[in-house]
């Protein structure tokens, strides 16, 4: 069968839309209308219609800001291409093992989806046994470390509008379920740089996290360790995981372009 005949099988709308979610990357992790109409060669009425869609279905999203979109992690369901071609994924997974040597505990990165976090790394511990968390795996953000870390770096703004109206779910006799203890931890988290969960999501489970940011400044994913309340004795975390863990996250946060103010 010819290319011709072939042709008019295609579905331009399916075409544009795969093609619209491979314009984003690295260099350009946000694109405008305008932007995306651009490289398509057509009017700003073809890619919104399009976009529209993806939004709908959960696939990108639009700063309300900005008005700038961006994909989601829901790409995932499509395979693994958003993981595999995420920079971070790659620069993070060596410093994953490393934090993961030095203190024999899980490790794991994740990112800010809604109000639950999507994970998005995982390097098992050396025989500790943990909460069993899986690449792809989403939890409750108010009630994990890497959960309070991220909200607790957003723009006052945005976690305003993530966090009012919306019930904050018990799962341990821990969890935090009022909004203005919730706040108040988000803030000491944020002066602190690292935040904790002490049994809030589940029985018998301690986990640090801190952030990883990019040159503006902005939060984009955090690391985190996790490990059974019973091994959390005496000094270890003070004295080693959460050193270990902060050296890790700065190194991640240089190699994603921050540069640290003196």
Request: charged share 25%; glycine share 6%.
């Amino acid at each position: 069968m010819s290319e011709d005949k072939n042709d008019r099988y295609l579905s331009n709308s399916l075409v544009r839309g795969l093609e619209i979610l491979k314009m984003f990357n690295g260099d350009m992790p946000t694109l405008s209308l305008s932007e995306i109409a651009n490289k398509l060669n057509v009017s700003r009425t073809t890619p919104y219609r399009i976009l529209f869609t993806l939004q709908s279905l959960g696939y990108i999203r639009q700063d309300e800001l900005t008005k700038r979109y961006e994909l989601t992690p829901k790409v995932l369901e499509l395979g693994f291409t958003y993981l595999n071609t995420m920079p971070l994924l790659d620069l993070a997974r060596p410093y994953l093992e490393e934090l993961r040597d030095e203190t024999g505990l899980s490790t794991h990165l994740g990112i800010l989806e809604g109000n639950e976090v999507a994970y998005i790394a995982r390097v098992p511990g050396k025989g500790v046994s943990t909460v069993n968390v899986t690449v792809g795996s989403r939890l409750p953000a108010h009630a994990t470390a890497l959960g309070k870390v991220l909200l607790a770096f957003q723009k006052e703004e945005k976690l305003t509008a993530m966090l009012h109206g919306n019930e904050l779910k018990k799962y341990t006799g821990k969890t935090k379920t009022q909004l203005l203890a919730l706040e108040n931890e988000l803030r000491e988290i944020k002066e602190k740089g690292y935040s904790t969960s002490d049994e809030e999501f589940e029985n018998g489970i301690f986990s640090v996290a801190a952030p990883i940011v990019n040159k503006q400044g902005h939060i984009i994913a955090a690391i985190n360790v996790v490990a059974p309340v019973a091994v959390c004795k005496g000094d270890f975390i003070t004295e080693t995981v959460i050193p270990a863990l902060l050296k890790h996250a700065d190194q991640l946060s240089s190699f994603s372009g921050y540069h640290q103010h003196s």
